[in-house]
């Protein structure tokens, strides 16, 4: 969009295109350093003519060189009746192909000078003049001019405090003009009486292509005439209408217009209102919209309800040329799940953004048959999330209960039975942190080096701990990891809680397990090591010669107990090893001795085991 601020004037006297086959091999014009002052003389020469100081005079009265392409004649001219002064910048823009005359402080009356050249200008292609005080006359003046011109296809007005009152004048250039394939209103004041006078020309245009009305002040009339109009438009592709003030019922409508348009690629909508209606029409629009590659709904209070994230989830999944979506600011909660797994498994999506959604993708995990660990979170209610509740209960009763740790159903805490059957309940939310116990063969290998070294150069090359942790749950279907080589991924990680994830991802690829623990208790915090034993069991930081720290012990796990009864037995044998303190469930216990004798067979154990013998030094300091 810059212009070509090096290119030189020539004076009009030498702008010959007689020899030329076409306007179209007329190109950017480029003359040497003394043509410049040769130009503003000829331009001044114009300015000192004996002309009327009338404003509303005819420039083609008083044209002399009617086959001079840039209009700069006609400008200078119109500038001369207005009775204001050259500006030798947009003087110089109208040799160029891509006219960029931004941020020039250029006012309406300016305005009507350059819409004057517009008539008699076949070298711009692109016109850009956004950010300047062009308002209504400088609008109106241009739409007239350019709707005699038929080599601008690019047409930017954005921010130039135009208003209602040009709804119509830009109608009428719609109709008028087949040139014009991209137009910029951004930032403007069109309000719903400038849409409703300038959306019916769209049904009648069948050139704009990318259409860009964001931030106009537009609501409910604004939004009905929008969508009446763009039902009968078939050759916009790109549209933005994001930043307006369209409520459920509008954006239902404006999405249900855009239903029938197979050449829609880009739709961006905002910073309006979905609700309900909005929500349901977005995935209609995705569903049937084959073309469609990007999306934005952000900050439209998409409705987050189950089924409509259902309805837009499975719409993404049928869609198979998405490539972006946008969701950010919406409030999606725990529902998000249905739209990221649907996006998990679609191919051709690049870019997925949900910030500031309430929804945590880290928390997320998808069932995977090759590495099943992770936190689930599943609406028993739908066929999809029970389907993968029933296999991860038929994991927990062939590990006696084991596989499950932290298992909630509406959010009261029960206990997988060690034997015999759970039978999943059809509705309700499922909550557990799955472990997977599987434990492979001692003929697997770890990664080896040179794999390795090229894994760690890929997330060190990722931005975010988010973009590492789907990396690494990538890699983990596939590779193992020696216990130091999971150690240095873990260490990838900013922040406590993306490195307790990781040590739950990498836990069931990991060959030789005996040799972790101390490692992951030099690397993470007080409170991760004791989240991580909640996730994965006592023993991930227990290390069984010589224990040290803070344990958690789930008393109805079996794999707990196993690691408690080894504490309690090195306790017993060494009286450097002290159990300091001792809490079940949130509540101290002061007779410890007494409790251990006789522990009950559900609860929450968190105990400090002090050892003096590795806190001076004979071991790795916890």
């Not at 249900?256 to 209102?273: P, Y």
Request: some cysteine; proline content about 2%; overall charge negative.
């Amino acid at each position: 969009m810059a212009g070509s601020a090096s290119l030189l004037l020539a004076p009009v006297q030498e702008l010959n295109f007689e020899d030329s086959d076409s306007d179209e091999s007329i190109g950017e014009l480029e003359f040497d350093t003394s043509g410049k002052k040769q130009m503003l003389d000829s331009m001044q020469m114009v300015m000192d003519r004996d002309l009327p100081n009338n404003p509303a005079a005819d420039v083609s009265a008083f044209i002399k060189d009617s086959s001079e392409a840039t209009g700069r004649e006609a400008y200078a001219i119109k500038c001369r009746l207005q009775n204001i002064s050259l500006n030798q910048d947009v003087i110089k823009q109208l040799g160029s192909s891509e006219c960029d005359m931004c941020a020039m402080a250029l006012r309406g009356v300016d305005g009507v000078a350059i819409g004057a050249s517009m008539p008699y200008n076949r070298i711009v292609k692109e016109l850009y003049l956004e950010n300047n005080r062009l308002s209504d006359s400088g609008c109106e003046a241009l739409c007239i001019g350019l709707s005699g011109n038929n080599s601008v296809s690019v047409l930017s007005l954005a921010f130039n405090e135009i208003t209602w009152r040009s709804g119509e004048t830009l109608g009428q250039l719609l109709i008028n003009n087949n040139a014009i394939q991209v137009l910029n209103m951004e930032g403007n004041r069109l309000g719903d009486q400038g849409c409703v006078t300038f959306s019916p020309s769209l049904a009648e245009n069948d050139t704009v292509t990318e259409l860009n009305i964001s931030n106009n002040r537009i609501s409910c009339r604004g939004g009905d005439a929008l969508s009446s109009s763009l039902a009968n438009n078939k050759s916009i592709t790109d549209l933005d209408i994001s930043y307006n003030c369209f409520r459920p019922s509008q954006m239902a409508k404006i999405l249900n217009s855009l239903v029938s348009h197979q050449s829609l690629r880009i739709l961006s909508a905002g910073w309006n209102g979905f609700g309900v209606d909005g929500s349901l029409a977005m995935a209609n629009l995705i569903k049937s919209s084959p073309g469609l590659t990007a999306l934005d709904s952000s900050n439209c209070r998409v409705d987050c309800s189950a089924s409509a994230m259902a309805a837009i989830a499975d719409s993404v999944a049928s869609n198979g040329n998405l490539k972006a979506l946008r969701f950010d600011g919406n409030h999606l909660g725990d529902n998000a799940r249905l739209l990221l797994r649907s996006v998990e498994k679609h191919d051709s999506i690049e870019l997925l953004s949900m910030n500031d959604c309430g929804f945590d993708p880290e928390g997320f995990v998808d069932y995977n048959e090759h590495n099943t660990s992770g936190h689930f979170k599943l609406d028993l209610s739908m066929s999809k999330e029970q389907a993968i509740a029933k296999k991860l209960a038929k994991h927990a009763i062939e590990s006696l209960g084991e596989c499950f740790r932290n298992e909630k159903v509406e959010g009261q805490r029960f206990y997988c039975p060690k034997d015999g059957e759970w039978t999943v309940p059809s509705s309700g939310m499922f909550e557990v942190d799955f472990i997977d116990l599987r434990q492979d063969s001692s003929s697997i290998k770890p990664m080896d080096r040179k794999e390795f070294a090229a894994l760690n150069k890929q997330m060190r090359a990722n931005a975010t701990d988010i973009g590492r942790m789907a990396l690494l749950r990538t890699v983990c279907n596939t590779h193992h990891f020696d216990a130091l080589q999971a150690l240095a991924l873990v260490l990838f990680f900013s922040f406590d809680r993306q490195r307790e994830n990781a040590c739950v991802v990498l836990w069931q690829r990991i060959i030789d397990r005996d040799s972790l623990p101390p490692l992951l208790a030099s690397s993470l915090s007080d409170t991760s090591i004791v989240e991580v034993q909640k996730r994965i069991g006592t023993c991930a930081l227990l290390d069984r010669a010589r224990p040290s720290g803070a344990f958690f012990v789930d008393l109805a796990k079996q794999r707990d107990m196993v690691s408690l009864n080894r504490i309690l037995e090195v306790v017993k044998e060494n009286e450097e090893v002290t159990i300091s303190s001792l809490q079940h469930n949130g509540a101290d216990v002061l007779e410890k001795a007494q409790f251990l004798t006789s522990l009950p067979a559900e609860g929450e154990l968190l105990l400090v085991v002090h050892n003096a013998t590795k806190e001076s030094g004979g071991g790795v300091a916890s």
